[in-house]
């Protein structure tokens, strides 16, 4: 039973892709006569196949740039994809034959055209392609002149194919025998195909969608036979899928309803791997609205911090080429970096427990804006001008991009090569992901790729991206290719089965802790989180930047690997995990939604309740909570949000967050001394301590004392705090207005993530001398009064 559905598998990858041969040759044997590939034998087909969720690639003799004619731009499927960049940059780039693994496709297409008759029927690399395809129960096909590229089409001993079969092709009738381009022919396509032992056959009137059907060759006289041929092939092979596999795709595509013909709006990528072999690839809605040029699964969308696992599996790569070693000092391959009294190592910058501030953060407290250009080197300048680490390297967990920045410097000292450049080398090149880079020039322009869009109340937005940095964000790659890279997981061509393992392992404190996110789950070397859903291990991450959306699950007991990418500014984790769960099927121990009603509870006095309302903060998240009892039930509610969960109680002292989904989140109490503190829980997560404090409101005449100029130096950033008719606030050169609240004596919350709070320092004479930013990724940032 495995081993027949490995070979149901393979046949539902094979099924998605075709494969189009063309030719390069532009001139009329040597002579001085233009040639070309037929572009209607060409659009025509590829429009049905693409329409039909099929993904097409070109190839030709020698790959690169095809020549093209006899176009009629007055047909409108042709002006479609004449005027359709993506498409055309197909035909500018075709693959290699060298390029192709014959498994890969369940069709081959010979397109036509006067350059057809040059270059390929010879050629024994597509000839030995097209064997391969055949020879595992795909398609050959062939249109027009195009049919001379079976002329010499043979079966490994050296036998026709197609012996005793019918095959046409532009017949010598239709020829203008006595004109010049005919007298540079190497041969008459039906006198090659009868040399070759086949039926040749035509029909005398021509220009009749003649086609011919016989087992698993579809072949067509002219170029009125396109769209017909197009769905015969189809028709063969649909018809030599399994029907497990088609009502499995049928209701994976249910998941993308929304995007099905609409070219009209932005859309997705998608692909599905389990055991080992891709089962579903495919794209929905269009890469570029204004051209509706449609998402396939060659599409590249950018996925921004899901990019991270590549820079991780990068430097484990060198470790494992004995080039590095996680405990080396970052200082001996970054010299630069400032001397902190205490070592940072590459382990330490690969598991986030470096100590250094997030540059992200510190870009936003600077007053970078989004639409300003950035460039690695504006991100290295704000990690070396940091003063003081926020604590010991290998002590604390914390989430900072500032290592993974660090880590590109690393390879390329190491290497002499950018990270783009040694994973265009050791990681892509070797995988066959030919749609895949790192962009460290934003302005480039890229074949084939997604629009950033934003989708607002007026409509469609470009949403640009305008940073040039890697190591954290900015890899380009489709879903065709993000298959071929979690395949080298199941399977490694590039790195061993050790560094997949590692790439697979949560990381670690200095003394062997691991660190286990209440939300995100269980932090792992590959940049992405181990959490449970509905009881059972998946491994996910997924990208925000600009328009851009990826998401990925894997669930690694059951080889199941589901993710998608868009270009339509939203969160697209239920298109994957919707993927994922109709292939899982029911294996999960755990429903999908928690039956309060069916909970053990306690009932409690709202006297009893009332004695766990207050304010709660915890120091080390920058992040409080205001508890409260509304209806005899206690509420929890995070300071800034609107947002409030109900808390039915299992005990005493114990409670649980009433949420949509799976997730068990627990609150507990407990009294230290005379302090009231909250422990927050998500299954088997770490806990987050929030203590109980008396909040305190400054009237209009004590907020003065507040206000006034505040300098970093390190950052040459100033702050202008105010006051307005809300309270407090600040802003700098760059920003919007941030509104701070008063929580606790000198201290304020603000309405800013990077500056969660600030916290006011003061002198003997108990004056203002400056304030702390802090926040969950920066720690201690400090601002000097300057001016009142």
Not at 307 to 331: I, M, N, P, W, Y
Request: hydrophobic share 35%; proline share 3%.
């Amino acid at each position: 039973m495995i081993i027949l559905l490995g070979l149901l598998l393979t046949t539902a990858y094979a099924q998605k892709k075709i494969l189009f041969v063309t030719s390069n040759q532009e001139l009329y044997g040597n002579s001085k006569i233009a040639a070309a590939n037929h572009f209607e034998e060409i659009v025509i087909p590829y429009d049905i196949f693409i329409k039909a969720g099929y993904l097409v690639h070109f190839i030709s003799p020698k790959g690169g740039a095809i020549p093209i004619g006899y176009i009629n731009s007055s047909d409108s499927i042709q002006k479609k994809y004449l005027y359709d960049s993506f498409f055309m940059d197909k035909l500018e780039h075709t693959l290699k034959p060298s390029a192709i693994k014959a498994e890969d496709y369940s069709a081959i297409f010979y397109t036509g055209g006067g350059a057809a008759m040059f270059g390929v029927a010879e050629d024994s690399t597509i000839q030995n392609i097209a064997r391969e395809i055949y020879n595992q129960n795909g398609v050959v096909s062939a249109i027009c002149h195009g049919t001379a590229g079976l002329a010499y089409f043979k079966d490994n001993s050296g036998r026709s194919l197609y012996s005793g079969k019918k095959i046409t092709g532009f017949p010598n009738k239709f020829e203008n025998t006595a004109a010049a381009y005919y007298k540079t022919f190497p041969f008459a396509i039906d006198e090659a195909i009868k040399t070759n032992e086949g039926n040749f056959v035509y029909s005398n009137e021509g220009w009749d969608a003649f086609t011919v059907v016989d087992g698993r060759f579809v072949t067509g006289q002219d170029p009125s036979s396109a769209s017909k041929m197009a769905y015969q092939i189809i028709t063969l092979i649909e018809a030599g899928t399994s029907q497990i596999n088609k009502e499995t795709t049928k209701n994976l595509d249910k998941v993308f309803a929304e995007w099905d013909n609409a070219p009209d709006k932005p859309g997705v990528s998608a692909a599905l791997i389990k055991n080992g072999e891709v089962l579903y690839q495919k794209g929905f809605g269009s890469a570029n609205v204004n051209t509706q040029s449609p998402v396939t699964a060659d599409t590249k969308f950018q996925i921004g911090t899901m990019s991270r696992q590549f820079t991780a599996f990068a430097v484990l790569l060198l470790e494992e080429q004995g080039k590095l070693s996680l405990a080396d000092d970052v200082r001996k391959y970054i010299p630069q970096l400032p001397d902190y009294g205490h070592i940072i190592t590459i382990k330490h910058l690969l598991s986030q427990s470096s100590g250094l501030a997030d540059f992200a953060a510190l870009k936003d407290i600077t007053g970078w804006r989004d639409k300003d250009f950035f460039t690695q080197q504006d991100a290295l300048n704000l990690i070396f001008q940091q003063k003081k680490l926020n604590y010991i390297p290998g002590t604390q967990f914390h989430p900072t991009a500032s290592g993974l920045i660090l880590l590109t410097e690393v390879i390329k000292k190491i290497t002499g090569q950018t990270l783009a450049g040694f994973s265009q080398q050791h990681i892509f090149e070797p995988m066959g992901m030919n749609n895949t880079l790192f962009l460290d020039d934003n302005e480039a322009i890229l074949a084939n790729m997604a629009v950033s869009y934003q989708i607002g109340k007026d409509g469609l937005k470009y949403n640009r991206i305008n940073h040039s940095i890697t190591g954290t964000t900015n890899l380009y790659t489709s879903a065709a290719d993000l298959s071929r890279w979690y395949l080298n997981f199941e399977n490694p061509k590039v790195g061993s089965k050790k560094l997949i393992e590692t790439l697979n392992s949560p990381v670690t404190l200095n003394d062997g802790t691991t660190t286990y996110n209440p939300t995100a789950g269980k932090f792992l070397y590959g940049q992405q989180y181990q959490h449970a859903e509905r009881g059972v291990i998946k491994y996910w991450t997924y990208g925000l930047e600009g328009g851009y959306a990826s998401n990925i699950f894997i669930f690694p007991e059951q080889k199941v690997t589901s993710f998608a990418l868009g270009n339509n500014n939203r969160y697209n984790g239920s298109l994957a995990m919707g993927m994922a769960t109709e292939v899982l099927g029911d294996i999960f121990p755990e429903p999908a939604n928690i039956d309060y009603a069916k909970l053990k509870t306690l009932k409690l006095t709202r006297q009893q309740l009332e004695t766990y309302s207050g304010n709660y903060w915890d120091n080390e998240l920058i992040a409080g909570l205001k508890l409260y009892v509304a209806n005899d039930t206690l509420r929890y509610q995070i300071l800034g949000s609107n947002e409030v969960s109900s808390l039915v109680p299992i005990s005493e002292k114990n409670f649980q967050m009433v949420v949509d989904g799976d997730d068990v989140i627990m609150v507990k109490f407990r009294k230290e001394g005379a302090t009231m503190k909250v422990a927050y829980t998500s299954g088997d997560s770490d806990e987050y301590v929030y203590e109980a404090y008396n909040p305190i409101k400054y009237d209009n005449t004590a907020l003065n004392e507040f206000t006034g100029v505040f300098y970093n130096e390190a950052l040459n950033t100033t702050y202008n705090l105010s006051q307005n008719e809300k309270g407090l606030f600040t802003s700098n050169r760059n920003q919007s207005v941030i509104d701070l609240t008063s929580i606790q004596t000198d201290m304020f919350l603000s309405n800013a993530r990077n500056i969660a709070s600030i916290r006011y320092t003061r002198d003997n004479q108990k004056k203002i001398t400056g304030f702390y930013i802090n926040s969950d990724r920066v720690k201690n940032l400090f601002f000097e009064k300057i001016k009142r």
